[in-house]
């Protein structure tokens, strides 16, 4: 029941004209939000207007909405920006963390969709047209693929243009971002550019002498500090960062936002912000190093 729930929310297979909250407040869907499948709410980024005020945030989907306390998403801070709970029995009131209510909705399937459930499913695959891609000529498939790459190194660059506009082309900084965005590996890349953009390069560049105070403010600004632990490396680590988040005046980020699941062992946050430590420690201006080398080799 739940995966059927979650393909007909996916693509917006219900009546839209009738949607409410459990309450009785009217919801208009803007964007059902991109389908997670790692830890964390089922679907990102969604934009949903709940009685006229629009909010963005998570969605998360259950068969019964009691659900949500048998996977603990209660006492589970990762859960507090789902703005709806969708569910197809109402049987509980989800709350966050702080005990606070989220909007709830009964989705009703029609019933041509559960009639043809088991195609649908079956057809929903990652590349659709891939029992079709052998009859396609191999030059067409050549041109698309270079379509495809300038399609993305487009992208790419778009984005590098879009932070030297908001850092005053300051290529250090943004070099700077666009690293550390890169060692999340896809599944963190968004949390490590938030970890990036909380902790300017500067702060580190003053601290460069100290290999620990350096991994203090990586790792206390990734929220991987706020654990009590007798490990003796460990607390020295809370020690630096307590006085360094005082002096620059930093504020850490939530440690749930990075995500371990179908991630490989060697690609965990916690091994990426050591290497970065490291890093930094051997580089001041890492950037002017990379313009100085001869080759991709050097690199």
């Not at 990762?78 to 969708?86: E, N, P, R, T």
């Not at 891939?130 to 790419?156: D, N, Q, T, V, Y």
């Not at 990586?218 to 460990?234: P, R, S, T």
Request: proline letters at 5%; aromatic letters at 12%; charged letters at 20%.
């Amino acid at each position: 029941m739940e995966r059927l729930l979650h393909y007909v929310w996916k693509y917006k297979l219900y009546p839209a004209t009738s949607l409410a909250t459990t309450d009785g407040r009217p919801v208009q869907v803007i964007d059902p939000g991109m389908q997670n499948t790692d830890a964390g709410p089922d679907f990102f980024n969604a934009k949903i207007k709940i009685d006229g005020t629009l909010w963005a945030g998570s969605v998360e989907i259950h068969d019964k909405s009691s659900d949500w306390l048998l996977h603990h998403h209660e006492t589970d801070k990762a859960y507090d920006g789902v703005i709806l709970h969708i569910t197809g029995v109402d049987d509980f009131q989800p709350v966050r963390t702080n005990g606070e209510p989220i909007p709830q909705m009964v989705l009703v399937v029609p019933e041509n969709i559960i009639r043809s459930i088991d195609w649908l499913l079956y057809r929903e695959a990652a590349l659709p047209c891939l029992g079709h891609i052998a009859g396609i000529e191999p030059l067409h498939i050549a041109c698309w693929m270079e379509a495809l790459l300038s399609e993305r190194l487009e992208r790419k660059t778009h984005d590098i243009f879009l932070l030297l506009d908001a850092y005053q082309a300051d290529w250090n900084e943004v070099f700077y971002i666009t690293l550390t965005r890169n060692f999340g590996f896809g599944v963190n890349n968004d949390a490590f550019e938030r970890l990036a953009k909380s902790l300017p390069l500067r702060c580190i560049q003053k601290q460069r002498s100290s290999h620990s105070q350096i991994e203090a403010m990586l790792f206390g600004q990734a929220g991987m500090l706020a654990e009590v632990n007798d490990d003796h490396y460990y607390r020295l680590l809370q020690r630096e960062y307590d006085f360094l988040r005082h002096k620059f005046g930093l504020s850490p980020m939530e440690d749930f936002v990075f995500k371990s699941l179908r991630t490989r062992p060697v690609n965990f946050p916690y091994l990426k912000v050591a290497q970065l430590a490291a890093l930094w420690v051997q580089h001041d201006t890492l950037f002017s190093a990379i313009l100085e080398a001869g080759s991709t080799g050097e690199i």
